[in-house]
């Protein structure tokens, strides 16, 4: 569990964060959301330790990152498996050797260990038979579960993913939620997602954080949402002619979720 306590942070005067606190719990999807400029990067990159807050805590199962020392701040990132919004492949290396990177750079395992760790990941999202092949030979939802078996090769305690499913089409971004689902349920692992993809926020937002404009606005599941009387949450997650018509279904069906109905 991650817990984030009266966080702020500004730049040049400007208050980005206000007094901003939160819970992201494992074993479930917690989704970081808000419109452009409202602060959830600031606070994803707060989180993963690259801007250190003018104030509050950020605790890691009761580790405070803010105040931790350099060298047990090492040690965290062991814990931490990140997936970043561009895959961030190695384009020289084959799938294999993206996957294997982190076991290289981080563990003291033999290659007969690392090999087996790789190939497990690479399994595990689905990938076997692909070992081989090189980033520009494979499409970009199957590049982007390479990124996750990098991301789980060191076993995390702690998973990060900025924007999961951009550049996506909306079936490969099912795929890649319901796997980012099964992973943490699996592994009982703390998943930190930050996106803007409404799909991710109704299908798998168990933990839903909403900033709006530097403060945490409103605190939910993906079953609570469509009841919120959050104007500014309102606008955003049902900004579309779609989506609203979800919403008013929900409504008039007295459904908890459209996945309720049978």
């Known amino acids: 569990m991650i817990e984030v306590k009266n966080i702020v942070k500004s730049f040049d005067g400007r208050t980005v ?7 992201f719990y494992t074993g479930k999807t917690n989704l970081i959301i808000g419109q452009s400029g409202s602060g959830k990067t600031v ?9 250190q807050p003018d104030g509050g805590s950020i605790l890691f199962d ?27 492949l190695f384009d020289s290396e084959t799938v294999l050797g993206n996957v294997m990177f982190p076991l ?3 563990t003291d395992m033999s290659r007969e260990e690392m090999l087996e760790r790789a190939h497990f990941c690479i399994n595990r999202v689905n990938l076997t038979g692909a070992e081989n092949k090189y980033p520009s030979e494979i499409s970009g939802g199957m590049q982007k ?16 993913c900025d924007e999961p499913n951009s550049g996506l089409d909306p079936k490969t971004s099912i795929l890649i939620d319901e796997l980012l689902s099964d992973i943490t349920h699996e592994y009982e692992i703390t998943t930190v997602i930050n996106t803007h993809d409404m799909n991710s926020v109704l299908g798998i937002g168990e933990n839903i954080i909403f900033i709006n404009k530097g403060h ?3 605190v939910g599941d993906m079953t609570q949402i469509y009841t919120t009387a959050n104007e ?3 606008d955003f ?14 409504k008039a069906t007295g459904l908890t979720h459209p996945a309720d109905r049978r």
């Open 62 to 88: 009761g580790r405070n990152l803010v105040t931790m020392p350099a060298h047990e701040v090492k040690d965290l990132r062991k814990e931490i498996g990140m997936l970043f919004q561009g895959s961030a």
């Open 17 to 23: 964060l206000h007094d901003v606190s939160a819970t």
């Open 104 to 106: 290289v750079m981080f």
């Open 216 to 218: 945490r606005e409103w």
């Open 145 to 160: 579960r390479v990124a996750i078996a990098r991301a789980i090769a060191l076993n995390p305690k702690y998973l990060f």
């Open 232 to 234: 500014a949450l309102n």
């Open 237 to 250: 997650v049902f900004a579309t002619e779609l989506f609203q018509q979800v919403k008013n279904y929900v």
């Open 43 to 51: 606070l994803m990159k707060s989180l993963v330790g690259l801007l």
